[in-house]
């Protein structure tokens, strides 16, 4: 059986970053974040049941509304616990799908919310990858058309980063200070 090691971190720590070098190294790496959205975008059972979570305003053109959706689940932790619940079981469905026909003996999975959902326990390991919330922010607000209120509502939805270090296995110190290939080079070692 492959290892399955997974990658978490809050918003703007640089788990995408991570996840890129790794696929450029040759492993496969599934993103959530990325997947979630395609799925949301394609399983027609799940639209139904985001349309009847948020009205029909959920999607445009038939794709998901991202903004209209962000402005809700941001702000109310009912909506967001409800949409989880739809999205996550539809994630983990097309995880072990994706998972089953890798042939690789090590597979890495990347996603926002690894502890916030206790999926963590599923993994042979997971790397948390870490950086102080004032450089996630300075960095989301670069990447994204944010304002400090709408990323300090994204940061609010997860795990502090001192209780999410409390449970992961290994760290990956994305501070800008220290590099990252060097960091994950050392980490490949040890699934070796
Ligand atoms: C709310 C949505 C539409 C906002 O889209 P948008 O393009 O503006 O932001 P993006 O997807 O790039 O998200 C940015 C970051 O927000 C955080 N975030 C996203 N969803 C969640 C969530 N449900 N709970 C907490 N944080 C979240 C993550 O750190 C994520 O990487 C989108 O994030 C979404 O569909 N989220 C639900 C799916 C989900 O739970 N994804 C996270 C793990 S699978
Ligand atoms: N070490 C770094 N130096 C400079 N910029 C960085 C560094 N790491 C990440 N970034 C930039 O910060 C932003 C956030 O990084 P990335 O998208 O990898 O984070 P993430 O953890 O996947 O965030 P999110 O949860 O929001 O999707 C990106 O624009 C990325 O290019």
Redesign the pocket.
Known sequence: MAKKIGITG??GSGKSMVSRILQLMGYPVYS??QR??EI?NENQALIRSLKELFGEEAYLDSK?N?PY??AQ?FRDDSK?TA??QL??PA?REDFQHWASRQKSPILFQE???LFETGNYKSFDAVILVSAPEEIRMKRVKERDRLTDEQIRS?LD??MPEAEKMKLTDLVIYNDGNQLLVPQILELLKKFK
């Open positions: 809050g918003i959530s974040d979630a959205k949301m998901l991202r959706i962000a689940i967001r949409m989880n999205v996550h994630v996603s926002a919310l994204r939805a997860q």
